[in-house]
C-alpha cells in the first residue's frame, strides 16, 4: 500500500533555506508522478512543482522559479523540495502527491494518494 510521508518543515528566517523530504513506501517510486502541494490558511491547495516518472520537471508558481528545486532518489524512494530564498508568502502547509497514471498535474484532485504535510513558517 502507497505512502507518503513528508519532514524537513519549520520555522526558518527570511532568506533562509529548507530541503522538504517525501519517503515513499510500499511501491515503486519510478512508477509515480510526485508533486508538491502547499495551502495557506484559507487558501486553496496550489501545486508547486512535480516531478514525472521520466524525470522531467514541471513548475506551477511564478513566484517559486530559481528559488525551489525538486528532485528524486528512486534508489531511495524518496522525493526533495530543496526551498531557498524563503519569503513569508511561502508560509504554508507543504504536502506531496502521488498519482500513476497521467503523469504530472498542477490540480490537487487528480491525485489519489497524499502525505499529511508538513509546516514551513517564514518569519522573522
Known amino acids: 500500500q502507497l505512502q507518503l510521508v513528508e519532514s524537513g518543515g519549520g520555522l526558518v528566517q527570511p532568506g533562509g533555506s529548507l530541503r522538504l523530504s517525501c519517503a515513499v513506501s510500499?511501491?515503486?517510486?519510478?512508477?509515480?508522478?510526485i508533486g508538491w502541494f502547499r495551502q495557506a490558511p484559507g487558501k486553496e491547495r496550489e501545486g508547486v512543482l512535480c516531478?514525472?516518472?521520466?524525470?522531467?520537471?514541471?513548475n506551477y508558481i511564478d513566484s517559486v522559479k530559481g528559488r525551489f528545486t525538486i528532485s528524486r532518489d528512486n534508489a531511495k524512494n524518496t522525493v526533495f523540495l530543496q526551498m531557498n530564498t524563503l519569503k513569508p508568502e511561502d508560509t504554508a502547509v507543504y504536502y506531496c502527491?502521488?498519482?500513476?497514471?497521467?503523469?504530472?498535474?498542477?490540480?490537487?484532485?487528480?491525485?489519489?494518494?497524499w502525505g499529511q504535510g508538513t509546516q514551513v513558517t517564514v518569519s522573522s
Open positions: 516531478t514525472s516518472r521520466t524525470g522531467a520537471i514541471i
Open positions: 510500499g511501491v515503486r517510486l519510478d512508477l509515480y508522478a
Open positions: 502527491a502521488a498519482r500513476r497514471l497521467g503523469g504530472c498535474s498542477g490540480i490537487a484532485s487528480t491525485y489519489p494518494s
